[in-house]
């Protein structure tokens, strides 16, 4: 994997495309125009890099633990001048991470900062290794989904095909179906696992940062059982959908549009099918440190952007190709970060809570009142 | 010469576990394109396909394809609400694969709308090694419940369009007749209600659909 990209110009019938291998691997097919947004923001990001590299430089290596530290945990410790000054750095933090971790200082900024390391450290040494012997040889339910899945998970990867990225995919997956029987393993962890594989390139970081995720950043039961987690937050996207950008809203229902057609993918993979891999970092850097919340407003962030041309459309199909297709090729991620922090107003974690605890007894009603049907009549 | 525009729009939903190449069936039907690596599908998504159903007839399909896996299933109202017809996938090489259809066809007949059309595809066919293949068991069930069955390959583009065809044929029929049956109730209805009789002999145009164009 190298960090560097490479290009070539190919005819494509009808407009010139640049193949272009991105820093994970990936290769795109980019419009001149795409490609322009692209080494945009590449040029920015270097900008942004020579941030990072001076505050190393006067402050340290780990330099942003301190900061990371405080902002955890608020003023517990009492309003000292230092705890103060900790807390400012911590926004300023905040305010450079949204701006973008440099590639190369990604896995270890992720790992302090959405609390793996410290997940790691309570678990105790060896409890990997410990797990990985637990479950060699053991076929489960969730082996054999997790083994239909690992060749199909981005085929035509150079690494993930490869023989140690499927061995390195199968391991994290099923070691963790063993951490978490209530979660086991779910169609859409295979993405995530293979994109905190290429960021981490270790496979016990990936693990924790998997778990992570699950126990610690993500809604409670989006992935298990009947995806119910899932179904929550879709309503809670819902009912900001309608507060922040009412004109979809209303498309949306006068289409009979579901809004589980366009998210559930977004928030079972957050984002890496969707989106180019560059841009999901992008939020996946801001995902580790602020949470779950960077969900909703990068979901709001891709409709608002292309709302215009949605509005425009006459028919449930219609919507989604366009979506899908304007998402597919979001490659300008400042300007997607920029209307996703900038452009959708407060987001108030509180109403966010709120709004889970409300949406959460109507999804168990609804699924419970299906199950019931289900039953009953073919009984 | 025009092309005559489609009798209807119809929409149909690919259903079944994980594996048994839901996807590859589509993108087989849709654009004749196969690969042995497909991805698996998380956010379910559409194809559309202009369909002749004789020699004047056409339909436009749009097909919307899912995701396998059971969990998955709790998503299953949003794709087959207002669908006219499921075709319900399973790999002949996987026997486990056929109780899934059984499943969702229990599904189907309790919540889809009472004119859903079936057909049942058992894919994977070059994969079998077997001189004949049994699939005895897998007919009857589909006879029982008033569902085609098919034999099918992705991979050597072998019976995929019989499958659609059927299914729009049949779909066809039974959208036509339950809007037949919706205006005779209708034309009962008016004149006992306005007291004048309105006899309007037009055929009517096939309700415009809100999704899936």
């Given amino acids: 994997m190298s960090s560097t990209s490479t290009g070539h110009w190919a005819f494509d019938s009808w407009k010139m495309t640049q193949q272009v291998l991105d820093s994970y691997g990936f290769s795109h097919a980019l419009t001149g125009e795409e490609a322009v947004q692209r080494q945009m923001c590449e040029t920015r990001a270097r900008e942004q890099q020579k941030m990072w590299w001076e505050k190393e430089r006067t402050l340290g290596p780990g330099w942003y633990e301190d900061e990371l530290e405080a902002g955890q945990n608020g003023f517990a410790g009492g309003f000292s001048m230092a705890a103060v000054t900790a807390v400012a750095n911590g926004s300023s933090l905040k305010k450079l991470i949204r701006k973008g971790i440099p590639a190369q200082s990604r896995a270890k900024v992720w790992w302090s900062c959405s609390g793996a390391g410290k997940k790691e450290r309570e678990a105790g040494e060896g409890y990997y290794a410990n797990l990985l012997k637990l479950v060699e040889g053991k076929e489960t339910v969730h082996t054999r989904q997790i083994d239909n899945d690992v060749h199909r998970t981005f085929p035509g990867h150079p690494w993930l095909d490869s023989e140690e990225g499927k061995t390195l995919l199968r391991r994290v997956l099923v070691a963790y179906s063993w951490r978490n029987p209530g979660v086991g393993y779910c169609q859409s962890m295979n993405y995530v696992t293979a994109f905190l594989l290429l960021v981490m390139r270790s496979e016990e970081h990936a693990f924790w940062m998997l778990a992570t995720l699950l126990e610690d950043i993500l809604y409670e039961d989006s992935y298990s059982g009947d995806l119910s987690g899932c179904h929550v937050e879709t309503r809670v996207l819902g009912e900001l959908l309608e507060k922040k950008l009412p004109r979809l809203a209303v498309l949306l229902e006068k289409l009979g549009c579901e809004l589980a057609l366009l998210c559930t993918e977004w928030f079972l993979c957050l984002f890496v099918k969707s989106l180019p891999p560059e841009t999901t970092m992008r939020i996946w850097d801001v995902l580790f440190n602020e949470g779950a919340k960077v969900i909703f407003r990068v979901a709001l962030a891709l409709l608002k952007m292309n709302e215009a041309n949605l509005l425009k459309t006459k028919s449930v199909g219609e919507l989604i190709h366009l979506l899908q297709d304007a998402t597919r090729h979001t490659y300008d991620r400042d300007e997607l970060m920029k209307v996703a922090f900038e452009k959708l107003g407060s987001f108030p974690m509180k109403s966010i809570l709120k709004q889970r605890r409300r949406q959460h007894p109507l999804v168990m009603a609804e699924l419970q009142d299906r199950l019931r049907k289900h039953e009953n009549k073919s009984s | ?213």
């Fill in chain 2, 1 to 213: 010469m025009r092309a005559a525009s489609p009798a209807a729009n119809l929409k149909v939903v690919l259903l079944g576990e994980g594996r048994v190449g839901k996807t590859s069936l589509l993108l087989r039907f849709a654009k004749d394109e196969f690969s042995d690596t497909q991805q698996a599908t998380i956010q379910a998504s559409f194809l559309s396909k202009k369909v002749l159903v004789d020699a004047e007839t056409s339909v436009a399909l749009s097909i919307w394809d899912t995701a396998g896996q059971e969990r998955f299933h709790s998503l299953g109202p949003i794709y087959y609400r207002d669908a006219d017809a499921a075709l319900l996938v399973y790999d002949v090489t996987d026997k486990d694969s056929f109780d899934r259809v059984k499943s969702w066809v229990k599904e189907l007949k309790k919540m889809a709308g009472r004119n859903i059309v079936l057909a049942i595809a058992g894919n994977k066919i070059d994969l079998d090694r077997q001189e004949e293949l049994d699939l005895t068991e897998q007919t009857e069930y589909a006879e029982s419940i008033g569902a085609s069955h098919f034999t099918t390959s992705a991979k050597l583009n072998k019976g995929i369009d019989a499958v659609f065809q059927d299914l729009a044929k049949r779909a066809l029929v039974s959208k036509r007749r339950a809007a037949a049956a919706a205006e005779a109730v209708e034309s009962t209805l008016v004149p006992r209600r306005q007291g004048t009789l309105i006899i309007d002999e037009r055929p009517k145009a096939p309700p415009k659909r809100s999704c899936c164009s």
